[in-house]
């Protein structure tokens, strides 16, 4: 499915190099202040800076309302924002079209839609819809004032700093992965659903519609297996539900246990690199090298942060409004 | 929410100590042959072995049709599988109450639910419920015959080797975590669903119902952080979509791509350990100190393999009726 | 589907014949005092009274929780309520299947589930299952604390005084068909969601699953077709927006007005007649008389009412949540 | 919400007066050709006639797909359609605002939206957004290509013949109603989902989406009530489940029996009418006589078929997907 959530839902279309693309989200609440101002500093941290390892496709990213804002506020109709596509360079694909690209979709997608899908570019599988999650978490945040949301690069190509990792893509002339975690203050206890709609369950479903991000972690996350339930259970120090260390990453039982929330994602390298591959050419049936043309991210987990944040506030703002609902404040 | 899928749908229900556990599958088609011997195996694994640190609590866990079975073959309508518990002892619950264990889901529960929670052996947060998801799975698997799904242990208590790990459990008397691996062969290419639900969002939306998961990653996982695109990209070999490494796990664009599903999730240590622990007492306002009395197991991960296998078997028979589907075999 | 609702999520199962009919409801908030005192006025209202023209099947329908009920307290986890089927008749169902009865499911219920189906009573198209949905109701009223609502027949076997109605069937010795209206008061308005989920739409959507409904008309209705907008119109009198009359059953663009509810719908004959009919025998190819065995409601209306407030009282319940939770009260 | 189906999934967004409406369709099989040009008959047919008695507000109703077409065909997709406004006056929205209109959505709007939603020309609430309904519903048709669905007018104004029913409502100078008709040839028995998802509650819910719907019935509705079951119960006269009359009209249990879906709905008259009106106005306090300025509709029913086929279709492609799922031909 294309949609996404339980009040605050999204809708996502578009294709790479299509007109548009662009997100509906149904349920928002009226008389949210909202205007093109709001998505500046989000838009621009997701494309990344300029230099030397980022590609150089840039964007206006100036979000068009096509529905649900009146006079500067939310009318609680749906709130459709559209990213004309610009930029787009016809390109060769049909030439490329034979060679599925190692990493990429462009196998599955052929498999999947019989051949009628959208291929240049990527399509809708492209990273460029990340734009439309950040539109999407700009408006969540709206519905989170007393919580901060921050995502950092805790690794870049396999180093802890990451203007050491990426010199290192560069030098190495090839793509790297990273390790991008994301913090959570200000989150009462108590937010999540029971059983599938866990915390964790919830987000890690949202975080996954990332492009290549590979794996999620909570708290201690994979090191939790080597350790034992005494070193790793938090204990409570106050009725607030504080505790003294937070291996749980401020979940328990699926719900939000008031503690700073804490998780991670690991995303593997872009397959666009600019090192020479190997793939099957489908018309000729060889095995044949094979070069992505053009420049690209050689470290694209450095546009992840500002997506990550984004995903993580439409999760929570979708709970907190159905936390608000069994509260019953209509009744 | 208490209800999964989309096509095949599960409705879970059921505390620790009330009257039953069940599940609901929805969708489930017609004609499918199934009796209670058919689930003996896989909820006898979920029971795990009879020995030194492993729960005493052994339910018979006879599966009690309700609706949706006739004559040996599903009927096409609610197939609901009650398990009713026996073997529970009404212990002194409510002096435990008044100090939340440390890593359950006591406090949370009670922020969440004001204090109507079923706070008895962790109520509806019980680990008893995943012989529900265990039952599914065994539904689930009768629409993927030709699909095999096996999970093993890769690691528990820090140790590679199973039983190693056990043994360090037992004596050091404190519970472990673990690593469990899940391998699916057979799968055809193209099976999952754009953008939000993808075959990565919706497993590890699943997975993180299973009780003490923390993390999960798919293919190379948080190893892949650290690679570069050319040694992680996996080379397409044949038309067929073979790769020769397969360092995505058998996905790419969040569709499976014909190759083995490959993924690994991590398991803290279970919270009960029989080690003294503090926590808060709400009425005296004290920390006090604290043990988890009667046996538990001190290993879980031991009894998660065949829970992991049938959750995903539940994802991917949902997923496949969702692709035929599309295939409009009835138009 | 066999499962209704957003927040307040209701998932129905069981068959006539089978060991039990049940619901499960999601959603429903903590700490509603509730017991199975509180079912019996709505359970027994449904069974009818006894006497001439009624079914002898009389069941004890007592409601047992499964789940979500504690210290005779909701605890917010599913509550699932089951009722024990008792009364049933083997009877020679095998005989009757080869002559699908006119205006019942065996037919289309063979068509769709290949033959898989429990057929026995009418299986999961019995309007045994009704039961579930008064249970469900009782629940959804307890959130709706300041509305009441009320149907009765308005028509009965063609004539406005049901007893007559009655009395004419029992003379005719055929079923007949009748007309149910319902009126819910103290409603504020706003209620209902945009476009596809107006309150008109889900009342109807969940109306329609009561057998025997062949229409359902919100305030004048069909009569609506020959007025004239100037007589249609309802004035608005006050800030409160109370009208001088009710033409529009107290829904404007598909949101309460804060007016009167008033819907009817239209039961059609029940399809269990003891006249003699004729059916197609799918053994022998021909055209043959047949009668229904055993003695049936011939005013199946009669048992409408207390079902049609129970799901009305379910809509309400589930979109009064909504409605909480874009107030936001959580936030 | 503003979504519907499961399988063919629709979300609508836009206002009378914003900058565009516009549909997008999840789920849409890929491969369907589809042009501009296949949409030019039935957006004809929904802005209706010229002449007297109908709105001068003729837009130019050209599709732009933003998304899901590539190459004249149907990717798989997210399909986005959009359809500007143009034609829109500013007018004097603030002044009439005061003097919410009776029989429209102005007071239950400002008592949901808290008074941010856009109350240009009914906003989000205004027949305009059917556009997008018929737009889905040409691409349902697609999938349902050895199906017909035809509405007609079966009453208008009072009258039979819908000519004369129009020329009363000029002779009146008033708006009036009617009753539409919709029947379907074609469709395969079995289709409909047990339960909840009825095909009269699935259709039922989606037909009340449409403006001015006050009622709906399938077969001989409410006139079934004052019917015999001798006389309603349709006989089946051979195999393939045909039956003599059609009283049920073509729908047993909830499911398609394989004769022609037969269901009429009523149209109020429009709420717009020339006729001066009486309402309550917010500022002064003060009932007031009121006009709705500018020409519109006076037979608001005439325009309805297409669109009443539009969601027709939309529902049977739904259930037909939905039954393929069942049918499992990927499995």
Redesign the interface.
């Known amino acids: 499915?294309?949609?996404?959530g339980?009040?605050f839902?999204?809708?996502?279309?578009?294709?790479s190099h299509?007109?548009?693309?662009?997100i509906?989200i149904?349920?928002c609440?009226?008389?949210l202040s909202l205007g093109a101002a709001d998505f500046e500093t989000d838009l621009k941290r997701r494309q990344g800076g300029a230099g030397i390892g980022t590609t150089p496709r840039k964007e206006a990213d100036e979000p068009?309302?096509?529905?649900?804002l009146?006079n500067g506020?939310?009318?609680?109709?749906?709130?459709?924002i559209?990213f004309p596509n610009g930029n787009t360079r016809p390109g060769d694909y049909e030439k490329q079209r034979a060679v599925?690209r190692?990493?990429?979709?462009d196998?599955?997608?052929t498999?999947?839609?019989?051949g009628?899908?959208?291929y240049r570019g990527g399509?809708?599988?492209s990273g460029r819809?990340t734009v439309c999650l950040v539109a999407a978490g700009v408006v969540a945040k709206l519905?989170?004032?007393d919580i901060s949301i921050d995502s950092r690069i805790t690794?870049l190509?396999?180093l802890p700093d990451a203007e050491a990792g990426l010199a290192r893509?560069i030098e190495?002339k090839?793509?790297?992965?990273?390790?991008v975690e994301c913090r959570v203050r200000g989150l009462?206890?108590?937010l999540g659903?029971?059983?599938?709609?866990?915390l964790?369950?919830?987000l890690?479903?949202?975080?996954?519609?990332i492009?290549a991000?590979?794996?999620?972690?909570?708290?201690?996350?994979?090191?939790?297996?080597?350790?034992?339930?005494?070193?790793?259970?938090?204990?409570?120090?106050?009725?607030a539900?504080t505790?003294g260390s937070n291996?749980?990453?401020g979940i328990?039982?699926?719900?939000?246990?008031?503690n700073e929330l804490v998780f991670r994602i690991?995303?593997?390298?872009?397959?666009?690199?600019p090192?020479e591959?190997?793939?099957?050419n489908?018309e000729t049936?060889a095995?044949e090298s094979f070069a992505v043309r053009g420049r690209h991210d050689l470290a694209i987990?450095l546009r992840v942060p500002p997506v990550l944040e984004a995903v993580t506030a439409v999760v929570l703002a979708d709970f907190?409004?159905?936390?608000?609902?069994?509260?019953?404040?209509?009744?």
């Open positions: 499915m294309n949609s996404f339980r009040i839902r999204l809708s996502i279309f578009g294709e299509g007109p548009a693309v662009g509906t149904d349920g609440p009226p008389g068009q309302f096509l529905s649900g009146f506020f939310t009318t609680g109709a749906p709130l459709t559209m599925p190692p990493g990429h979709a196998f599955v997608a498999q999947r839609y019989g009628f899908e959208d399509g809708h599988f819809l519905l989170l004032p690794q190509g396999g893509a190495l090839d793509s790297v992965g990273g390790i009462k206890a108590g659903e029971p059983f599938w709609d866990s964790e369950s919830v890690a479903h949202a975080v996954f519609a492009p991000v590979r794996g999620i972690e909570f708290g201690t996350g994979f090191a939790a297996a080597a350790m034992t339930g005494s070193a790793h259970n938090d204990s409570i120090t106050d009725g539900g505790t291996n749980a990453g328990n039982g699926g719900l939000s246990n008031g690991a995303i593997k390298p872009t397959s666009s690199t090192k591959q190997r793939s099957y489908r049936g095995i987990a907190a409004l159905l936390r608000s609902a069994q509260s019953g404040g209509f009744l």
